[in-house]
């Protein structure tokens, strides 16, 4: 007995979700997809690898084909995500789920020439899933209409938020027909989304994946104190020394860094690809392709390039550099430790990221737990106080403060 036989699903997609494996409802999939059936617009808080791309596909899929279409299809569902690889992604999942029906799909992003895609598009889709860019794009240009959408899905909306796409979020919000079913995923809920949620969505049901039994707690958290200069090597020695390290994703503040690291580590003869913005569609989708058939061991990523990236088995996900948003630590690590599985999170910290690595500890609520057996431990890199549960009273003005206790060399803190 397969438990989603609860869910009320039809059989076409019963049938296709025993093809892809799933047993049982991931917890999001439990909690929304009763909702989505019945109609209601959904708030959803649940980060990738929660498996809410079903969570909103299936019953999408579901309703468009109770009530399917005569005559050439028309844009009757619109998913919006940040990334290209999410989007792709979520394009792969649909054609998964949608085997056994009449339904057709296309995946549009940038950075691709579209003639492929606006020939899909006049042949008439179903679903379409885009990136805000070019959708707007092609919308413009007359490829695309949306006047029919009755299904609204804005995925990794923080994400979005964050890569300034607030904007054209509005544009589309505007091309929509107001009748329509709306769901909101993100994986975190600042205000700035509630706003924009409580803007479109009316009267939604929330549902949540409780985000820390997903991250926090499942995977070991390590902060290793290093120089910015010697991070390479540190890197380096690591992947080298340590044969538990099956595959990682290393994460780097910007693309020449990602590029960098690259270089670096090839010097020493281990091969690693980059992923960012700056990659072109196919480098990009053959790299991830490598890393996931694990002919690469090291993917370099940027955020985000790395937003949504749905790859299992990831053993360990470095911090090459630290996020000044520790938010973004946290969708890091989430590359880790998936489906139950323990994963390791490396973060190496240098003297000028140890703020960031106080926002952090606060956000999670815990310490990293800290590695300093390396030869290129950096006492100065550990910040000046660091939130603990101990009763240890508060360092005083002169007093002798754990950080000056642990570093007895460099630069001191004048009492002002
Ligand atoms: P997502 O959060 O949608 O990116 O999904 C993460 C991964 O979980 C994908 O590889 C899905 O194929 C997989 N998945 C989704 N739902 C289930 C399920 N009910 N059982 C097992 N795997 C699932």
Known sequence: MNSFDTLDLIEPLRRAVAQAGYESPTPIQAKA???????????????????????????????????????????????????????????????????????????????VKQGAQV??????????????????????????????VEFFVLDEADRMLDMGFIHDIRRVLRLLPTERQNLLFSATMP?????????????????????????????????????????KRLLQALLKGDDSIESAIVFTRTKHGANRVVKELAKGGIEAAAIHGNKSQGART??????????????????????????DGVSHVFNYDL??????????????????????AIAFCEPSESPYLRDIQRLIGRELDVVDDHPWHEPSAIPAVIPHRSERPPAKEGGRSRRSRRRPRGPRRRPN
């Open 33 to 111: 997809i009763p909702p989505l059936l019945e109609g209601r617009d959904v708030l959803g808080c649940a980060q990738t690898g929660t498996g809410k791309t079903a969570a909103f596909l299936l019953p999408i899929l579901q309703r468009l084909a109770s009530s399917p279409t005569q005559g050439k299809p028309k844009i009757r569902a619109l998913v919006l995500t940040p990334t290209r690889e999410l989007a792709a992604q979520i394009g792969d999942n649909f054609k998964e789920y949608a085997k056994f029906l009449p339904l057709r799909h296309r995946v549009i992003f940038g950075g």
């Open 119 to 148: 020939a899909d598009l006049r042949r008439g889709i179903d679903v379409l899933v885009a990136t805000p860019g070019r959708l707007l794009d092609l919308q413009g240009q007359g490829f695309i209409h949306l006047n029919n």
């Open 191 to 231: 205000e700035p989304i509630v706003q924009l949620a409580s803007g479109f969505l009316s009267e939604p049901v929330r549902v949540e994946v409780d985000r820390q039994s997903t991250t926090v707690e499942a995977i070991e958290q390590r902060v290793m104190f290093v120089a910015k200069a010697d991070k």
């Open 286 to 311: 053959r790299a991830l392709a490598g890393f996931k058939e694990g002919r690469i061991r090291v993917l370099v990523a940027t955020d985000i390039a790395s937003r949504g990236i749905d790859v």
């Open 323 to 344: 996020p000044n948003i520790s938010e973004s630590y946290v969708h890091r690590i989430g590359r880790t430790g998936r489906a139950g599985r323990a994963g390791i």
